[in-house]
């Protein structure tokens, strides 16, 4: 694992977001792995700007996210699908029908789950998968006691996951319960990880992701056994390494 600390959030946002395009002009039609969440709107802000500057194409590029809700449609405005084209897709030149979600209203998720993982192998797998971290070490939606080896299949999500991403749903609705993830085999699949955690309140998972042993009870920790992982850091999450 390479470990990279930089000052604040904003200097790893634009170094993740660097690290997308230089992927991108070294292989115009890579398979990008994507991920939602808050740390990612600050690296997908930097990636757009370094679009509009001519400095990342993802015209050749196909893109497959981690993750969806079970049960909200796509046009949710809390809906995985629905962030992405707010914060990525509309704004980018990536090819309509290119960048690839779980379907999240699918009549049968456990068959969706399935078509996902295919899809993913059918494109030759992730060359470059972009991770955030859950406070409880997930990866995806990989919640602790995740199998390490597992595919892209539902998930239940754990409480504190689900009060994490309440902010994001109007007053009076709450997060579903499950989700399709892409899993810890798919990901660990990937030819290049970069893990992105920033501000103190991730400082504990990152510590056990990185310098605990490796366990289900941490998922981001099998990271430590990828060949290409790098993981980005502020120096408020990076404040419980050794
Ligand atoms: C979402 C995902 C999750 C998030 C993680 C961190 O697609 O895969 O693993 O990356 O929950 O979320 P934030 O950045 O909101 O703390």
Not at 82 to 107: N, R, S, T, V, W
Request: aromatic fraction near 4%.
């Amino acid at each position: 694992m390479k470990i990279l600390i930089l000052d604040d959030a904003e200097a790893v946002s634009a170094r993740a977001a660097g690290e997308i395009a230089s992927q991108l002009s070294a292989k115009p039609a890579s398979v990008l792995g994507l991920a939602t969440g808050g740390t990612m709107e600050a690296v997908y802000e930097q990636l757009i700007a370094l679009h509009r500057d001519g400095r990342a194409s993802f015209a050749g590029a196909t893109s497959f996210n981690l993750d969806e809700y079970v049960g909200l449609a796509g046009d949710h405005p809390c809906s995985y699908r629905h962030y992405m084209a707010q914060k990525l897709f509309d704004h980018i030149d990536i090819a309509p029908g290119a960048a690839h979600l779980p379907l999240g209203e699918a009549e049968d998720p456990a068959a969706e789950a399935e078509r996902y993982e295919a899809a993913v192998a059918a494109a030759g797998d992730i060359d470059l998968q972009l991770l955030g971290l859950g406070l409880n070490g997930h990866i995806g939606f990989n919640e602790p006691t995740s199998s390490l080896a597992s595919i892209t299949r539902l998930k239940t999500l754990e409480r504190s996951t689900r009060e994490a991403n309440s902010r994001y749903f109007p007053e009076g609705e709450e997060p579903p319960r499950l989700a399709i993830t892409m899993g810890i085999g798919t990901i660990m699949r990937a030819r290049e990880v970069l893990l992105v955690a920033t501000g103190e309140a991730k400082a504990r998972a990152v510590a056990q992701v990185i310098e605990g042993p490796i366990s289900a009870r941490w998922p981001g920790s099998i990271l430590q056994m990828h060949r290409q992982a790098t993981v980005l850091l502020d120096r408020a999450a990076a404040s419980e390494l050794e």
